[in-house]
């Protein structure tokens, strides 16, 4: 893909760069500027899958952070930074020396989230908890991440690749849209479901928005004339204050829609009325208040929908009175009170709850993110569960609840009892029996309410059952229960399979593990763990099991004769039958002649053209070949030998076999991109799939490739061993 800017692209940056510019200074330098122009001449970026050119992209991204979010100095120079230093250590090192370890660990943390999405880390992909780990480690990544992701879905609109555009979208509105909720950013967060609804069902959007746009003179003049009496008495009453009307978003009509069945005429709340009030900070609330009894006393309240988050603000920093009233024309409208401070911070979320508390962090949000990263390390189930246990928590409505000693606690609404307890800690989770709430007892399942006091009890013989898992609605209970049932079934079943051993042992009988498994699957088990914890719990007879085991050994035996017998004769010298006297595309000669024989790779050892080889006659009559140091070898020459068969490849490889190659190595950027890169300009190897973790300063990966023999997957291995960094390079089973 073409690494340079295009004259328009190069005017398109110089534009931008200039608009950055204007926005960040003085955040940004005289200095920083000559330094990054300096660290930046020559740089020719790989694009990425939409074609976009990395400077475009940064540029969007920083423009987008200081719009919506912040200009904050670190952040921006991170989002310049980032694909400068991707993969060039050298320019990783000169980045810490001069900005220091703040920007540099946040440019690593930005890089090491492109790795991941360069292995196409979706929701789907096993990257994706990885990809959230490390969102969690630093707020400010989280929020650059965020913010990036808009400047691409505003970007993508009408791009070719539908498919591509279509993943984003789903993406952005499963991921990037709930954190941005939970920071606090709702500008963003509407921005981002608006283009997801708009990329993933086009038709839909532009009805709405075309509803919308017919409808708006109508909308406009209904706002000013409920505004105008309002306007009149707030005067009178000397508050400062700015008053407007909002519709709702699209993507939030379409929800609305999709629950209600209606039409965009029959939403109530279709748009709100914001009053924002400009006093100084010690008088915030009874303003906010004196304004609610203004509303209230011209227009008829809804008292269950008055929510009071100035009292007790939500855990992202978000404050504000809402109440919904009757207004004119027998129309319910939904009314917003709150100050500038209060605005600023739920229009730009965090950041502008950061500028005036003047700190970085503060404990509520720190209590989220400990959530987050207890949900993802302890998530048992596959990405899709864990990306719709992560939604719910984020966007659940919250309730608050106290300890006997006065401490308050945030939970999601229509939290239980349990829920609570894990909350304070997993232990007091697994072992809670029940509990006091405002001096009541109440069972497990009780679901709490505002303002309720709570008194855990525990019993140290209480141990978590799979009914829990109906009575909580917490990510964190849930997989830690997931977590102590499945320790408990592995704990069963592992005195079950020493049962079973023991009995096997005492009959002198070679227990086989496939055997074992048709024999659970006989048994009617789904899996060897259901099927042991049942035998370590006494549900199946250990003598039933054995005898079962005993019929299939010798059903097989008979089987393995029988074929051996009637179509194999095992010949005593070294095999010379001509290479290709199977014919067809085969790479392998089996026995003396033989033709037509049903043959497989074992999957144990994957051979390739060239190994050493021999044949195996399985029970089902399929020859599997395997290579001479395979770790069955031994085991199947000493209690098969009748079923062997000698083997040998033919005179020509065919098509590619499957490689798997153990690399340990040094965690330094660009070490994957260095191998990956020796393994594309290999012409007779492909690469079909590649895992690496790291810990401790390694990493440690299974690269699979395809090969057409055994001299090209040698060559392979002596060129990775040359790259720096790569410490041992071994073919794995």
């Given at each position: 893909?073409?690494r ?35 660290l ?18 940064s ?24 694909p400068?230093?991707r ?13 220091g ?13 492109a ?12 990257n994706?908890r990885?990809?959230?780990?490390t ?40 991921l990037y ?53 309002l ?11 700015e ?10 009509i ?22 924002v ?5 010690e ?9 609610y ?19 007790i ?8 009175l809402?109440?919904t009233?009757?207004g004119?024309a ?81 939970l999601?609404?229509g939290?239980?009892l ?18 006091r709430?405002n ?37 964190k209970?849930r ?34 593990e496939?055997t ?24 199946v ?19 393995a ?7 194999f ?10 290479a ?39 029970a ?15 085991h199947?020459r000493e ?12 005179g ?9 190659l153990r ?19 290999e ?10 973790d ?40």
């Amino acid at each position: 893909m073409e690494r340079q800017l295009s004259e328009i692209e190069k005017e398109g940056v110089r534009r931008r760069y200039r608009e950055l510019l204007e926005l960040a200074s003085p955040a940004i330098g005289v200095d920083d500027r000559r330094q990054f122009a300096r660290l930046a001449s020559g740089f020719a970026g790989e694009r990425d899958r939409f074609g976009f050119h990395p400077a475009v992209t940064s540029l969007d991204t920083a423009i987008a952070l200081c719009r919506s979010v912040d200009v904050d100095r670190n952040m921006i120079l991170a989002v310049m930074l980032a694909p400068l230093v991707r993969g060039n250590r050298s320019a990783a090192d000169e980045v810490r020396r001069i900005w220091g370890d703040d920007v540099a660990a946040m440019v690593d943390s930005l890089a090491n989230v492109a790795v991941l999405y360069s292995k196409s880390a979706s929701v789907e992909s096993d990257n994706f908890r990885k990809l959230l780990l490390t969102f969690a480690k630093d707020i400010r990544v989280i929020i650059i991440m965020i913010v990036d992701r808009l400047a691409l879905m505003r970007a993508i609109n009408h791009h070719p690749a539908e498919r591509q555009v279509r993943e984003v979208a789903y993406e952005a509105n499963y991921l990037y849209a709930p954190l941005a909720h939970r920071l606090g950013l709702y500008a963003i967060k509407s921005e981002l479901e608006d283009l997801s609804l708009k990329y993933s069902n086009r038709d839909v959007y532009s009805r709405i928005a075309h509803q919308l746009n017919e409808t708006k003179a109508r909308r406009n003049a209904y706002i000013a004339d409920f505004i105008a009496p309002l306007k009149e008495r707030l005067d009178k009453m000397g508050i400062n204050f700015e008053i407007k009307g909002r519709t709702k978003s699209i993507y939030s009509i379409w929800n609305k829609l999709k629950k209600q069945q209606n039409t965009i005429d029959d939403i109530f709340d279709l748009f709100a009325i914001r009053i924002v009030i400009d006093c100084p900070l010690e008088k915030e609330k009874s303003e906010c208040w004196l304004a609610y009894s203004v509303v209230t006393d011209m227009y008829r309240p809804n008292p269950a929908r008055l929510k009071d988050w100035i009292s007790i603000p939500k855990s992202n920093g978000y404050e504000s009175l809402h109440t919904t009233v009757y207004g004119p024309a027998d129309r319910w409208v939904e009314v917003q009170i709150r100050t500038r401070r209060m605005d600023d911070i739920a229009e730009r979320g965090l950041a502008a709850h950061w500028k005036y508390k003047g700190i970085k962090s503060e404990s509520n949000l720190d209590a989220w993110m400990n959530n987050v990263r207890d949900i993802l390390e302890a998530a048992e189930t596959g990405p899709m569960e864990l990306m719709k246990n992560f939604k719910m928590d984020v966007y659940a409505h919250e309730v608050f609840v106290f300890t006997p000693k006065g401490d308050l606690y945030k939970l999601p609404q229509g939290a239980t009892l349990l829920d609570f307890a894990f909350n304070i800690h997993s232990n007091v989770g697994i072992h809670c029996v029940g509990g006091r709430v405002n001096g009541r007892n109440r069972r497990l399942n009780y679901r709490l309410a505002s303002g309720d006091t709570v008194e855990i009890l525990t019993s140290a013989t209480q141990e978590p059952s799979a009914d829990w898992l109906g009575v909580v609605v917490t990510s964190k209970a849930r997989n830690k229960i997931r977590a102590v049932l499945k320790e408990n079934e592995h704990r069963a079943a592992q005195l079950g399979r020493e049962l079973l051993e023991r009995r096997f042992r005492n009959r002198k009988i070679d227990m086989e593990e496939g055997t074992v498994s048709k024999t659970v699957a006989r048994m009617g088990y789904k899996n060897t763990i259901e099927f042991f914890s049942a035998l370590g719990a006494g549900e199946v007879d250990v003598n039933a099991v054995v005898e079962t085991y005993l019929t299939l050994v010798e059903r097989r035996a008979d089987e393995a004769a029988a074929i051996s017998a009637s179509t194999f004769v095992m010949p005593d010298d070294d095999v010379n039958g001509d290479a290709d006297s199977r014919g067809g595309s085969d790479v392998v000669v089996i026995g003396e002649g033989i033709k037509g024989v049903n043959y497989r790779l074992a999957k144990c050892c994957n051979p390739i053209y060239g190994d050493d080889v021999f044949g195996f006659i399985s029970a089902e009559g399929v020859i599997k070949i395997h290579r001479s140091d395979c770790p069955n070898a031994a085991h199947l020459r000493e209690k098969y030998a009748y079923r062997l068969i000698r083997t040998r490849w033919s005179g020509k490889a065919g098509s590619q076999f499957m490689a798997a190659l153990r690399v340990v190595g040094k965690d330094d950027i660009g070490i994957v991109t260095n191998i990956t890169s020796i393994i594309n300009k290999e012409k007779s190897v492909s690469l079909r799939s590649i895992s690496i973790d790291s810990n401790d300063g390694l990493f440690a990966g299974v690269i699979t490739v395809g090969v057409n023999d055994r001299p090209a997957l040698n060559m392979l291995i002596k060129k990775i061993k040359t790259v720096k960094g790569v410490k041992d390079v071994q073919r794995n089973m």
